[in-house]
């Protein structure tokens, strides 16, 4: 679903993979800090705005 603001997707997956996924995208958010703006310095927060909803 695309709005003008966003772009929504949808996806269901079996759990192993769901796993697996999450550790590669925690490693490609890791490797990415370089270019993120820190709004914390003592914590070291972002602001990201993507990530999985596990309901």
């Known amino acids: 679903m695309r709005t003008d603001e966003e ?3 949808i996806v269901v997956r079996e759990s192993e993979q769901l796993q697996e996924n999450m550790k590669r995208g925690v490693f490609w958010l ?3 800090r370089p270019l993120l703006q820190e709004y914390n310095e003592v914590d070291r927060h972002t602001l990201p705005m993507t990530g999985d909803l596990v309901i």
């Open 7 to 9: 772009v929504v997707a």
């Open 30 to 32: 890791d490797s990415q």
